[in-house]
T-cell receptor, first 116, second 112 residues
């Protein structure tokens, strides 16, 4: 199994451009998450989804959009890229909290995004 | 606001030596605490989980402790190896929802 796969691994955008960060998981997890990790800071939750068709805002959702049309995929959209969105973005997935509690979030290897 | 504080921010240790990382939290109500290891350029990977009733848990050379009364956890690395060089992230889960509070991580560098 591949786990959580993120593409692209690296990207440089100009201010005002848009792009979609792709995330797919093959573990049949119902929960999926998007985080950003800035240097020296803890991960911050951008959006999450508890199942196909359901999404919710996290701690820092401004400037981003998500969709969840399938269980496997959870893309993150940046509509008007700004320098403040320069960061490393991590996608994660897990079983719901109603299943066995000892189930961690499984993370992808991240997308390193620079806005210039 | 629920917070997780980790110390030291970074440390350098000689291969073969032991080290202890600290995590203090204010998350309430508490559900569980998990330590993740994040290698450079990779996503975090879970090392161990501590629930309210657990005091100590070991995973190979990693030993985690939890004192739920003082809201403190530690991660002890025994006989460090070069592959232990990574950031160790403390993540505390709030009871009743899927909300997580992330620490900033302890950056460990093991030198030969």
């Amino acid at each position: 199994n591949a786990g959580v796969t993120q593409t692209p691994k690296f990207r440089i955008l100009k201010i005002g451009q848009s792009m979609t960060l792709q995330c797919t998981q093959d573990m049949n997890h119902n929960y999926m998450y998007w985080y950003r990790q800035d240097p020296g800071m803890g991960l911050k939750l951008i959006y999450y989804s508890v199942g196909a068709g359901i999404t919710d805002k996290g701690e820092v959702p401004n400037g981003y959009n998500v969709s969840r049309s399938t269980t496997e995929d959870f893309p993150l959209r940046l509509e008007l890229a700004a320098p403040s969105q320069t960061s490393v973005y991590f996608c994660a997935s897990s079983y719901s909290i109603n299943r066995v509690i000892d189930q961690p979030q499984h993370f992808g290897d991240g997308t390193r995004l620079s806005i210039l | 606001k629920n917070q997780v504080e980790q110390s030291p921010q970074s440390l350098i240790i000689l291969e073969g030596k032991n080290c202890t990382l600290q995590c203090n939290y204010t998350v309430s109500p508490f559900s569980n605490l998990r330590w993740y290891k994040q290698d450079t350029g990779r996503g975090p990977v879970s090392l161990t989980i501590m629930t309210f009733s657990e005091n100590t848990k070991s995973n190979r050379r990693y030993t985690a402790t939890l004192d739920a009364d003082t809201k403190q956890s530690s991660l002890h690395i025994t006989a460090s190896q070069l592959s232990d060089s990574a950031s160790y992230i403390c993540v505390v889960s709030e009871y009743g929802n899927n909300r997580l509070a992330f620490g900033k991580g302890n950056q460990v560098v093991v030198i030969p």
